[in-house]
């Protein structure tokens, strides 16, 4: 089992920034891949980045592509995403979420937080 608790988000005017981060328990290895997605309203949810746990593989949507950063501290079990130049679009609930590498469904995932992007 792996828990995982978001915190970072909040209200920015679009240009601005804001870093989220995932603090992750329980059973995590190199061998889990961790993805942020969000959900804008009335949207799908979609994968906005990831990063295996080694940090050797990293995706990003074209959305977000330039702008936000993902990245990890084994030592502090915590992933982050560095969002910068946020647009209005942007905003939405963030999740953290972990798969193993070996399964593309992710099967672990945090309660989300609030990124509202005002323009």
């Known amino acids: 089992q792996v828990q995982l608790v978001e915190s970072g988000g909040g209200l920015v005017q679009a240009g601005g920034s804001l870093r989220l981060s995932c603090a992750a328990s329980?059973?995590?290895?190199?061998?889990?891949?961790m993805g942020w997605f969000r959900q804008a309203p009335g949207k799908e949810r979609e994968l906005a980045a990831s990063?295996?746990?080694?940090?050797?593989?990293?995706y990003y949507a074209d959305s977000v592509k330039g702008r936000f950063t993902i990245s990890r501290d084994n030592a502090k079990n915590t992933v982050y995403l560095q969002m910068n130049s946020l647009k209005p679009e942007d905003t939405g609930v963030y999740y953290c979420?972990?798969?193993?590498?070996?399964?593309?469904?992710?099967?672990?995932w945090g309660q989300g937080t609030q990124v509202t992007v005002s323009s």
């Open positions: 990063i295996r746990w080694s940090g050797d593989i990293t």
């Open positions: 979420a972990a798969r193993s590498v070996v399964s593309n469904d992710y099967a672990y």
């Open positions: 329980g059973r995590t290895s190199n061998n889990y891949r």
